[in-house]
């Protein structure tokens, strides 16, 4: 036998050896599952909860930590847009007061500046330093409430006869008139006094020119203020014309209808249906195309005017104006006067 099996055997059975390993303790899991003290299966469960509850809980603050950040974000980036908004309308509201001040101060000045006292030779003096003046005008007005400086029926009234003594001072021959809800149309013996009047304080009450309302939409026409349909009555110096809303898209829908209605029953062949008979026919039933349409309003607005006779139309306005002064209408006149018209160019 080799010396290192002989020294291998001799250290297996040496007594101090055997001394040190009967005092060696085991694993106190060992030792417990040997006892019985525990549940191996239990502790186990439990502690697999505890880890994934304690993993819920961070992950609840972590989320909770996040969501706060979000909401902190969301907040500042809404105050800062608000604060932006509110800045924005702010500059624009102080803008457009300071623009609304600097219109009325012109209008102010214009009024000055163009102020006719009714006389029609200062009219005509300033209508005389222009090129050219159109053959036919309309005009929108709007009734103001009966409250307002000017308002009600009377104020219409008044607002629309003056328009017609510029017009004619003027020297043109055609006045078309347009509220939206036809108050002129009811209330045509009321206007006609009422230009009769007007025009009596501008030409005297000897020398009044002779006038005639027409009602395009009932076929009606007056004669000055008498109704006296004479050969020398006829002969007068301006036509005003009422329209309405009626007037409007309505006639051209109900023209429409009665030229399929024909085409129907056969009096009208389809082919006789073209553009200058439908210009033709809604010219007799509204009238002529304007030249120049002029609305006394802040903005412009048509209210509902015939579309079909503004084609080519020149349309005028004065940004934030609300009365019917002469100064509107003879600066209305100026910028005709130097527009060009390139027709089908």
């Given at each position: 036998?080799?010396q ?5 055997r001799?250290?297996?059975h ?15 899991l ?35 930590e ?57 009219i ?182 015939p ?32 527009c ?6």
């Open positions: 036998m080799s290192i099996q002989e020294g291998v001799a250290r297996v040496n007594p101090d050896d055997e001394a040190i390993s009967s005092t060696h303790t085991k694993p106190p060992n030792a417990s599952f040997e006892k019985g003290n525990a549940n191996t299966k239990l502790r186990t469960l439990k502690a697999i909860t505890e880890s994934i509850y304690i993993n819920n809980e961070y992950n609840k603050t972590e989320k909770n996040i969501i706060g950040r979000k909401q902190q974000q969301n907040y500042f980036a809404y105050l800062f847009y608000k604060i932006l908004l509110v800045g924005l309308f702010i500059v624009y509201g102080a803008f457009r007061y300071a623009q609304y001040q600097y219109n009325r101060v012109k209008l102010r000045i214009y009024d000055l500046v163009y102020n006719p006292s009714n006389t029609p030779q200062l005509r003096q300033d209508v005389l330093k222009l090129d050219k003046i159109p053959k036919r005008v309309a005009a929108i007005l709007d009734m103001k409430p009966i409250g307002d400086v000017g308002g009600g029926l009377t104020g219409l009234l008044n607002d629309s006869s003056e328009l017609i003594c510029w017009t004619v001072s003027a020297g043109i021959k055609h006045l078309t008139l347009y509220d939206f809800d036809g108050v002129l149309q009811k209330n045509v013996t009321s206007f006609r006094e009422e230009i009769h009047n007007k025009l009596s304080k501008y030409y005297g009450p000897s020398n009044v020119p002779k006038f005639v309302v027409r009602i395009p939409h009932s076929n009606s026409m007056y004669f000055n203020r008498d109704d006296s349909e004479s050969e020398e009555n006829k002969k007068v110096a301006i036509e005003i014309s009422l329209l309405s809303n009626r007037d409007g898209r309505e006639t051209i829908v109900d023209l429409t209808k009665t030229m399929a209605d024909l085409c129907t029953q056969g009096s009208l062949d389809l082919s006789d249906v073209t553009m200058d008979l439908v210009d033709s026919e809604l010219t007799q039933l509204v009238g002529p195309e304007p030249d120049l349409l002029v609305y006394f309003g802040p903005s412009l607005d048509l209210q509902g005017f579309p079909w006779h503004i084609r080519l139309t020149e349309f005028y306005w004065e940004p934030d104006n609300t009365e019917v002064t002469y100064s509107v209408f003879i600066r209305a006149l100026k910028k005709f006067s130097s060009k018209m390139n027709v089908g160019k």
